[in-house]
C-alpha cells in the first residue's frame, strides 16, 4: 500500500517581517553556506524513496541532513544540543 509523502514547506528564500529576507542574517563566508550548497547538489532521491508517507507532513530529509552536518561540522553530537 502506497501513501502519498507530504513534505513541510522549505523555502530558504521566504521573507519575513524583519530582516526582509533570512540570507540577510547569514554573513556571506559563514560555512553554514558551504554545506548548503554542497548538499543541494546531492542526489537523495534514493532516501526520499524510503519514506513510507501518510499522517503529518514530514520535513524534508535534505534539510534534515543540513543541519546535521552543520551540527557535527560545530562539534554537536547530541541531539539534545543540536
Known amino acids: ?4 509523502v507530504t513534505w513541510k514547506i522549505y523555502d530558504q528564500g521566504q521573507l519575513s517581517l ?8 547569514v554573513p556571506q563566508n559563514h560555512p553554514v553556506r558551504i554545506v548548503n550548497t554542497i548538499l543541494d547538489s546531492v542526489d537523495l532521491s ?7 508517507g501518510g499522517g503529518t507532513s514530514s520535513y524534508h530529509p535534505k534539510v534534515l ?4 552536518v ?9 541531539s539534545r544540543k543540536i
Open 65 to 68: 541532513l543540513k543541519i546535521l
Open 46 to 52: 534514493s532516501l526520499e524513496k524510503t519514506y513510507r
Open 1 to 4: 500500500m502506497s501513501r502519498k
Open 18 to 25: 524583519l530582516p526582509p529576507s533570512y540570507d540577510d542574517l
Open 70 to 78: 552543520y551540527a557535527y561540522l560545530r562539534n554537536l553530537y547530541s
